[in-house]
């Protein structure tokens, strides 16, 4: 699904993954780097929320079009299974199709189904992998091999999460994540392309229990959970022009509750 407003100045291009859910972070993202003045091309995956326990949001892709569209961004939504290896480079070609050239690639997508060392699967962990490590390092290689941006505009900006006991498989691949965004900053420098890592830390998006959330807002200095509007506002700001002199860092954005 595309929308593009009336004959409107040129915009950035940011690609944001992950966007399944109106009350997600992704969608956060978009609709605040749409504010600043992007076009935003956006991923989802249906069958992943089918699978988890707050199920299918229906239209949310139509809505989250629909509040891009509100801040005057040109918009487009692609389907995509990032488990599939050819998903990437199909992604990056839709939204350069419709949208144009992608300068601020923000990955915001993640395979996450609890389980530890004892209980995970050979496929859990190999679809973890997948999603969250391979597709992230597929991603960011599309990005570097098509950006052809000014020197210093490019931007790479990705989620990820120190969790691991009883999480084994999300957190050791959100750990690769860290180190193949890490890397981009030094092996992109050539191209002017800043990365970091984001740990937003617990922002309750419809997965947490009661007891989740108070033990959580308990334990963070500031007394309560994270929002996905605190992440995006950190995403739009390593976004922006001033920005720029973030780079290769994993920040932690989480209230104080890994101080």
Same mark, same amino acid.
């Given at each position: 699904?595309?929308?593009?407003?009336?004959?409107?100045?040129?915009?950035?291009?940011?690609?944001?993954?992950?966007?399944?859910?109106?009350?997600?972070?992704?969608?956060?993202?978009?609709?605040?780097?749409?504010?600043?003045?992007?076009?935003?091309?956006?991923?989802?995956?249906?069958?992943?929320?089918?699978?988890?326990?707050?199920?299918?949001?229906?239209?949310?892709?139509?809505?989250?079009?629909?509040?891009?569209?509100?801040?005057?961004?040109?918009?487009?939504?692609?389907?995509?299974?990032?488990?599939?290896?050819?998903?990437?480079?199909?992604?990056?070609?839709?939204?350069?199709?419709?949208?144009?050239?992608?300068?601020?690639?923000?990955?915001?997508?993640?395979?996450?189904?609890?389980?530890?060392?004892?209980?995970?699967?050979?496929?859990?962990?190999?679809?973890?992998?997948?999603?969250?490590?391979?597709?992230?390092?597929?991603?960011?290689?599309?990005?570097?091999?098509?950006?052809?941006?000014?020197?210093?505009?490019?931007?790479?900006?990705?989620?990820?999460?120190?969790?691991?006991?009883?999480?084994?498989?999300?957190?050791?691949?959100?750990?690769?994540?860290?180190?193949?965004?890490?890397?981009?900053?030094?092996?992109?420098?050539?191209?002017?392309?800043?990365?970091?890592?984001?740990?937003?830390?617990?922002?309750?998006?419809?997965?947490?229990?009661?007891?989740?959330?108070?033990?959580?807002?308990?334990?963070?200095? &500031?007394?309560?959970?994270?929002?996905?509007?605190?992440?995006?506002? &950190?995403?739009?700001?390593?976004?922006?022009?001033?920005?720029?002199?973030?780079?290769?860092?994993?920040?932690?954005?989480?209230?104080?509750?890994?101080?």
């Amino acid at each position: 699904m595309t929308f593009s407003p009336p004959s409107s100045p040129a915009r950035p291009v940011a690609l944001v993954t992950g966007v399944g859910r109106t009350v997600g972070i992704g969608s956060a993202i978009a609709r605040r780097l749409a504010s600043s003045g992007w076009d935003v091309a956006f991923t989802h995956w249906t069958p992943y929320d089918a699978r988890m326990d707050w199920g299918v949001e229906a239209g949310a892709a139509r809505a989250t079009l629909d509040a891009l569209a509100e801040r005057g961004a040109a918009a487009h939504s692609v389907e995509a299974d990032l488990a599939d290896p050819s998903s990437p480079a199909r992604i990056f070609d839709e939204a350069e199709e419709r949208l144009g050239p992608v300068t601020a690639l923000v990955m915001a997508h993640c395979e996450s189904v609890d389980s530890g060392l004892l209980d995970t699967t050979v496929e859990s962990f190999d679809r973890h992998f997948a999603v969250n490590a391979r597709a992230t390092w597929q991603l960011v290689r599309e990005f570097g091999l098509r950006f052809g941006g000014a020197h210093g505009t490019g931007r790479i900006v990705a989620l990820t999460s120190d969790h691991t006991v009883g999480n084994l498989p999300y957190g050791a691949s959100k750990g690769a994540l860290d180190r193949i965004v890490l890397a981009c900053a030094r092996e992109l420098a050539h191209l002017g392309v800043t990365a970091n890592a984001v740990n937003p830390g617990p922002v309750d998006t419809g997965w947490m229990s009661r007891e989740t959330r108070e033990e959580c807002a308990n334990h963070t200095p &500031l007394g309560r959970l994270g929002t996905p509007e605190d992440t995006a506002d &950190l995403v739009d700001f390593l976004c922006s022009p001033r920005g720029v002199w973030v780079n290769g860092q994993l920040l932690h954005s989480d209230g104080g509750i890994s101080a």
